[in-house]
């Protein structure tokens, strides 16, 4: 089969590699239907996160039809259509059965080395490294499903496959990131970034009731959908004190919830993020924390921070003395995506979203080289981009 | 800071394996029983006596006194360590085939969502061992205490001993040792402890093990004595998972753009 394939910094190549083939008894085998290129896989592309191999199969969103179950999957036979979520979790740990399925105890093969850098393991992931398991992704023509008797969700005939294809991250997600906020009514919720998360954060935080979003980037026609299709204020960083900034939208109060839709490569105009440039690229340091900065120094007094923007190692200079003062809280973590799946469903079955607004980019699975190019530098306006095996 | 590599990552889990064993050969206990009782007791009996006399003889007597108690409550005399001399291991009585001290010992534990009864009669059935324990080829059990062990070892070799069970609570702890003209002298326990607020069972194993002199020896530290204490962990973690989720995750023989067609 065609797969995309991680070949080192900047560098992902179409490769004709075996079909996947039963490993463990609850395994599925799927064949893609639609994939897309996540913000986070930018992560893996500019070399970011730790433990890549040449040849790592990369893609964690995707969805397809189900063309072989081993003999502990019961619940699907060949012919389904579903769509799965990008963690792999057993349904059965401690972790599972307390709905946190991004920290399931039992579906990373590698995690005596995710202890070593962090403590304890979370779950294992499609296509994102060996620290999160060595899974082959979804950028391709065929992919393992493990635990697939706990982790695909069924998809109604009616909807097509960009409708929800997005429920295998970035809608839940971004919706995650909103339940995070703990919302009530009247509260002003602050999104940094008007990425794909981003933007569902902001329909999300709709959802659960905010009163106001508003919407931080840059680039005009992010923060065009934000306000278009989000409904959000907007806020551009160039030349602006974003703090100051949401203390004047605010009445002086800050908003109640801040969210960093971001993470590790922040760009930023203050010297701080100029100096965690120079140090990422010289690797002096792992994560460029500004956005996380600006958001702890702008959160209101007992607020709020959630974080679904990816951070991967040590952050420098976090006012954590800021975060103490003012008694914020803070929600972080890989998305328990199971959680989300069915109740997004409905919503999408309802029309109460359409997750097809953010896709700018519709390309063949062996032009994925170049759309990792395009999303990387935002060119074309480049929004989301699906992939069609 | 670099990212680090697989490769470096594997090689600090390994340094952190052999700093560990390396602390606990230096155990400070190197005087005997007896030994530790006769400084105590004299100790004890300088020091009240040097302070009823309340003068600087008493001082001195107080002052020798309460170095003796030290050294019968810890069990360590410095003076001993200087001279490298150790009264605590002749005196142990053989009620393992290792005594103690004498092996490399090995603690560790994990938290299982199943019951005690469920985990301890799986376990207790030592022909499942080898499904969850990489390196275990075979268990055959003899009879209601007697097993053969056979282990991998490095090109195509392989290492066996006889086990005997040594002590049995059922759905609480299982202990053995090994018998007769063993490859590799061992003995362990394995005990379930019900953990608080319906997180399962805590299963924790004592290993030790003392691999002979010798070209054999060599061959045991090889798979035995490198890394025992990662064996042991990752065992452990795939006893949980196979208990929890049925199986063990793995991502052995599937596709890569290393093996590419």
């Known amino acids: 089969m065609r797969a995309l394939c991680w070949e080192g910094v900047h560098k992902v190549r179409v490769e004709n590699v075996p079909d996947p083939a039963i490993i463990n008894p609850r395994d599925a085998i799927i064949k893609v239907t639609l994939t897309a290129i996540c913000g986070s896989d930018l992560h893996l592309y500019d070399g970011y996160i730790p433990t890549m191999e040449r040849g790592d199969i990369v893609g964690h969103e995707f969805m397809g039809e189900v063309v072989e179950v081993g003999r502990g999957v019961e619940n699907l036979k060949k012919g389904d259509r579903v769509v799965v979520p990008f963690t792999i979790a057993c349904g059965r740990c401690f972790f599972c059965q307390n709905n946190l399925w991004s920290l399931c105890d039992n579906s990373n093969p590698n995690a005596a080395m995710a202890e070593a850098m962090y403590g304890y393991s979370a779950s294992g992931l499609f296509g994102y490294s060996h620290l999160y398991g060595g899974y082959a992704g979804g950028q391709a023509e065929y992919v393992r499903v493990p635990f697939a008797d706990v982790g695909p969700l069924k998809v109604p005939a009616g909807l097509p496959d960009e409708q929800v294809l997005f429920l295998s991250d970035i809608f839940p997600t971004g919706y995650m990131a909103a339940e995070n906020c703990n919302i009530h009514p009247g509260d002003v919720v602050a999104v940094w970034g008007c990425g794909p998360v981003g933007q569902f954060a902001i329909k999300s935080a709709y959802m659960l009731g905010a009163e106001r979003v508003i919407a931080i980037d840059r680039i005009p026609e992010r923060l065009r959908l934000a306000e278009k299709q989000g409904k959000a204020e907007v806020l551009n960083y160039e030349g602006t004190d974003v703090v100051q900034a949401l203390k004047d939208m605010t009445g002086g109060r800050g908003p109640d919830s801040c969210i960093d839709a ?21 690797r002096l340091s792992t994560d460029r924390p500004h956005v ?26 976090v006012p954590f003395g800021a975060a103490f003062a003012k008694g914020l809280t803070f929600h972080m973590g890989q998305t328990h995506v199971h959680r989300y799946l069915r109740p997004l469903l409905e919503r999408v079955e309802r ?39 | ?33 007896i030994e530790r009782w006769l400084s105590g007791l004299t100790g004890g009996v ?37 001279l490298n001399i150790n009264t605590s291991q002749q005196e142990r009585q053989n009620a393992t085939s290792i005594q103690h001290n004498q092996g490399n010992k090995i603690v560790r534990a994990v938290t299982i969502q199943k019951s005690p009864e469920e ?89 030790e093990y003392k691999p002979p002199a010798g070209k054999a020896g060599q061959l045991v530290a090889k798979i035995f004595g490198e890394e025992p204490d990662t064996q042991v962990r990752e065992d452990l973690r795939h006893f949980k998972q196979m208990m929890e989720a049925g199986e063990i995750p793995a991502t052995e023989g599937q596709p890569s753009g290393r093996n590419k067609q």
């Open chain 2, 119 to 207: 985990l301890y009669h799986f376990w207790r059935n030592f022909e499942n061992l080898p499904r969850f324990m990489q390196h275990l080829q075979s268990v055959t059990v003899k009879d209601l205490t007697h097993s053969r062990w056979v282990a991998k070892a490095p090109a195509g070799k392989e290492v066996a001993w006889d086990a005997e069970i040594i002590n049995e609570k059922e759905n609480q702890l299982i202990a053995w040792r090994s018998v007769g003209d063993a490859d590799i002298d061992n003995a362990g326990s394995v005990h379930f402890t019900p953990a608080p607020g319906g997180r399962g069972t805590v299963v924790k194993v004592v290993l």
């Open chain 1, 351 to 389: 029309g109460v979203i359409d997750p097809s607004f953010v896709i700018t980019h519709r390309l063949n699975l062996d032009e994925g080289p170049e759309g990792y190019e395009i999303f990387k530098h935002k060119e074309d306006a480049c929004i989301k981009i699906v992939l069609k095996p």
């Open chain 2, 1 to 33: 800071m670099p990212s680090p590599t697989t490769e470096q990552i594997r090689n600090a889990l390994q340094q952190e394996d052999v700093a560990r064993q390396s602390h606990q050969k230096r155990d400070r206990i190197n005087l005997g029983q």
């Open chain 2, 46 to 82: 300088l020091l009240g006596y040097g302070i009823l006399r309340r003068d600087w003889i008493g001082a001195t007597m107080a002052a020798v006194g309460s170095a003796l108690v030290v050294r019968g409550t810890t069990g360590h005399s410095f003076l001993y360590q200087g």
């Open chain 1, 292 to 317: 996380l900065r600006q958001a702890i120094q702008a959160c209101r007094k007992g607020g709020s921070v959630s974080i679904p923007g990816v951070y991967g190692g040590f952050l420098d200079k």
């Open chain 1, 262 to 282: 971001v993470g590790m490569e922040a760009h930023g105009e203050s010297i701080g993020a100029i100096v965690d440039m120079a140090k990422q690229k010289t």
